[in-house]
T-cell receptor, first 114, second 115 residues
Framework: AQSVTQLGSHVSVSEGALVLLRCNYS??????LFWYVQYPNQGLQLLLK??????LVKGINGFEAEFKKSETSFHLTKPSAHMSDAAEYFC????????????FGTGTKLQVIP | DAGITQSPRYKITETGRQVTLMCHQT?????MFWYRQDLGHGLRLIYY???????DKGEVPDGYVVSRSKTENFPLTLESATRSQTSVYFC??????????????FGPGTRLTVL
């Protein structure tokens, strides 16, 4: 079984401040991990993904995430928030090898305060 | 246009009516999915398909029917709509882990209101 927990359904940051969105997962096998972003009235789009190899993953729009196996975490960060980062962010986990379903977290809505 | 499209984008219907939501992808991805998105629940999988003519239930399949006669199309039918099926529905597609990483590509969504 696999699951994802996103801490905080709403996060507010000031423009220019650090963005930190937390994600913890559980998986019985080595996981694939994803962060998706959803802008209002749109579908989800991939920000970044971890499959194998380097544990620090860089994505689009200046976001990055670090896979920490010992902490079962995959937190999303961005050094300096921009107004355009306001959106909902979803962490997701999938088991490696063949098809395994992707399990999504319940989402974190990011507000950026000018 | 390349990508994944959904139609209609908005739909209002009445309780008891049959409704079909369409999904079309141009990548020839093997896997296709239907999710519903509701406040406080995130994304919940309704049905998925591993290939044409192969479908399987997800987390919340009751009240829904799917078919997949062609690789590129994956329609979702609400046989007798209920108010609890008011939601935003997303279709997605994926190559699957054997070709990549299970990354899913999402359509723009259909906002369905059942009165």
């Amino acid at each position: 079984a696999q699951s994802v927990t996103q801490l905080g359904s709403h996060v507010s940051v000031s423009e220019g401040a650090l963005v930190l969105l937390r994600c913890n997962y559980s998986s019985s096998v080595p996981p694939y991990l994803f962060w998706y972003v959803q802008y209002p009235n749109q579908g989800l789009q991939l920000l970044l993904k971890y499959t194998t190899g380097a544990t620090l993953v860089k994505g689009i729009n200046g976001f990055e995430a670090e896979f920490k196996k010992s902490e079962t975490s995959f937190h999303l960060t961005k050094p300096s928030a921009h107004m355009s980062d306001a959106a909902e962010y979803f962490c997701a986990v999938s088991s490696s090898g063949g098809y395994q379903k992707v399990t999504f977290g319940t989402g974190t809505k990011l507000q950026v305060i000018p | 246009d390349a990508g994944i499209t959904q139609s209609p984008r908005y739909k209002i219907t009445e309780t008891g009516r049959q409704v079909t939501l369409m999904c079309h992808q141009t990548w020839s991805h093997s896997y296709m999915f239907w999710y519903r998105q509701d406040l406080g629940h995130g994304l919940r999988l309704i049905y998925y398909s591993a290939a044409a003519d192969i479908t399987d239930k997800g987390e919340v399949p009751d009240g829904y029917v799917v078919s997949r006669s062609k690789t590129e199309n994956f329609p979702l039918t609400l046989e007798s709509a209920t108010r609890s099926q008011t939601s935003v529905y997303f279709c997605a597609s994926s190559e699957g882990a054997t070709h990549g990483s299970n990354e899913q590509f999402f359509g723009p969504g259909t906002r369905l209101t059942v009165l």
